[in-house]
């Protein structure tokens, strides 16, 4: 799989045109991309600025973007702010690429915002594996799959999260600092949690194009809480 922002860039012209010309889009594909229920997938962007204390989901609006010609114009995009700095987006699987799906895919697939989010969780787990887990250095532990592009939708896999606190009940503190950098310590580990509050700010910022959230999160009687905001500059 090539990089998730090079496979999101040209799909968001390909559903301009599709918006355009609706009739030249079949129901079931988009882009030359399959755009059933099966195909559903989901992603996790950075929303700058924001801090979430809730994990409802909300509708982000929509999305704008330049056309070439130096029009601007708006996208619709099933989209979502979840909690802290992140937003969540439901995307459409492809061999080269992933395109957004939109408001109108989820009435066409008879999904709310909920159920279209654990149907794509569970489409990832099919295709890219379930998450494993893997110690790292100063007691974090990385959550990945095969796919580091969609690391970071396991952060949305609560039975994941649900499994990890039968042996940590006090709760765990993450982190999704990058697309492929989902890290977690238990938060009864104070050194390795000291670790990642001082380490999130670098790991974050550092990551340019990649980065998705400055945050952390805590995960505690099955559900997310913040736990560190993402540190805004004065």
Request: charged fraction near 25%; glycine fraction near 8%; include cysteine.
């Amino acid at each position: 799989m090539n990089s998730l922002g090079s496979r999101l860039l040209l799909p968001l012209l390909l559903q301009v045109f599709c918006c355009l010309f609706s009739n030249l889009c079949p129901a079931q594909t988009k882009g030359g991309v399959d755009t059933s229920a099966s195909n559903l997938m989901v992603v996790l962007r950075e929303s700058f600025g924001a801090n979430k204390e809730d994990e409802e989901l909300k509708p982000t609006g929509n999305a704008k973007t330049t056309l070439p010609d130096g029009k601007e114009i708006e996208i619709e995009m099933a989209s979502f702010e979840f909690i802290g700095d992140i937003h969540i987006r439901l995307v459409f699987d492809g061999p080269q690429m992933m395109i957004n799906a939109t408001p109108a895919d989820l009435v066409r697939l008879n999904l709310n915002a909920d159920q279209a989010v654990r149907l794509a969780v569970s489409n990832v787990k099919r295709v890219y594996g379930e998450p494993t887990v893997k110690p790292r250095s100063a007691g974090l532990m990385q959550v990945s799959g095969k796919s580091p592009d969609l690391d970071s939708s396991y952060f949305l896999d609560r039975d994941f999260w649900r499994g990890l606190l039968r042996n940590h009940p006090d709760g765990v503190v993450v982190s999704v600092a990058q697309r492929g950098g989902l890290v977690y310590v238990p938060l009864a580990d104070a050194k390795a949690v000291d670790t990642l509050k001082k380490g999130v700010r670098y790991l974050h910022s550092s990551s340019e194009r990649l980065r998705i959230s400055g945050a952390l999160y805590l995960f505690k009687a099955d559900k997310w809480s913040v736990f560190q905001p993402t540190y805004v500059p004065k």
